[in-house]
């Protein structure tokens, strides 16, 4: 099986720039596509930001020129947020589009979430 695990998040102060990271591990035969997902309180989750494997980027209007999605390896990226507002306050998931096996079908992997909270 395949595990995304992050780290970093928790509270921050408006206008800080503060990182995530996610690791992707476990039985990978290629990852496709890594990325962002947000859900706010009483809000669905949405689209942050994604990167392709072979370097295309995605953004949601609402973070762009603020949030970046660097990737080290193939299995890790990075969300990094410059100029936080209270409104980026989140869960933010981590998100893998991986094929496991050379055979396997691409599947939808998540992370556990970690929290941001943009406050003074």
């Known amino acids: 099986q395949v595990q995304l695990v992050e780290s970093g998040g928790g509270v921050v102060q408006p206008g800080g720039s503060p990182r995530l990271s996610c690791a992707a591990s476990?039985?990978?035969?290629?990852?496709?596509?890594m990325g962002w997902y947000r859900q706010a309180p009483g809000k669905e989750r949405e689209l942050v930001a994604t990167i392709r494997s072979g370097g295309t980027t995605n953004y949601a209007d609402s973070v762009k020129g603020r949030f970046a999605v660097p990737g080290d390896t193939a299995n890790t990226v990075y969300l990094q947020m410059n100029s936080l507002k209270p409104e980026d306050t989140a869960v933010y998931y981590c998100?893998?589009?991986?094929?496991?096996?050379?055979?396997?079908?691409?599947?939808?992997?998540w992370g556990q979430g970690t929290q941001v909270t943009v406050s003074s």
């Open positions: 476990g039985r990978i035969y290629r990852v496709n596509v």
């Open positions: 998100y893998g589009n991986i094929k496991s096996t050379i055979y396997a079908v691409p599947y939808d992997y």
